[in-house]
Nanobody, 119 residues
Framework: QLQLVESGGGLVQPGGSLRLSCAAS????????IGWFRQAPGKEREGVSC????????NYADSVKGRFTISRDNAKNTAYLQMNSLKPEDTAVYYC????????????WGQGTQVTVSS
């Protein structure tokens, strides 16, 4: 069974950091690109970042550039999203998904992890 499971969300103060994890099972993660998305209440889901299967190519939404870093450890079949200098507007449910190539149709999604940035 193909599965992606996110973890690492929580409550953090503005300016703080969190690292989200996306653990894959049932398939080999290094065959796929990995993306992170988020959806805030009342808003559409937006793409945050994507990394190629090797991790050598990455892209970011303008709203998170310079603050978030996507990475992956294919040996652990896990991808990460390091989030620094968090802002209240980063509050959302964060999802990971996988695809063949960044920009193509997403194959499967995790269940999401809540990130709340508040003082």
């Amino acid at each position: 069974q193909l599965q992606l499971v996110e973890s690492g969300g929580g409550l953090v103060q503005p300016g703080g950091s969190l690292r989200l994890s996306c653990a894959a099972s049932g398939f080999t993660l290094d065959d796929y690109a990995i993306g992170w998305f988020r959806q805030a209440p009342g808003k559409e889901r937006e793409g945050v970042s994507c990394a190629s299967n090797s991790g050598g190519s990455t892209n970011y939404a303008d709203s998170v550039k310079g603050r978030f870093t996507i990475s992956r450890d294919n040996a652990k079949n896990t991808a990460y999203l390091q989030m620094n200098s968090l802002k209240p507007e980063d509050t959302a449910v964060y999802y990971c998904a996988h695809t063949r190539v960044c920009g193509s149709a997403w194959i499967d999604w995790g269940q999401g992890t809540q990130v709340t940035v508040s003082s």
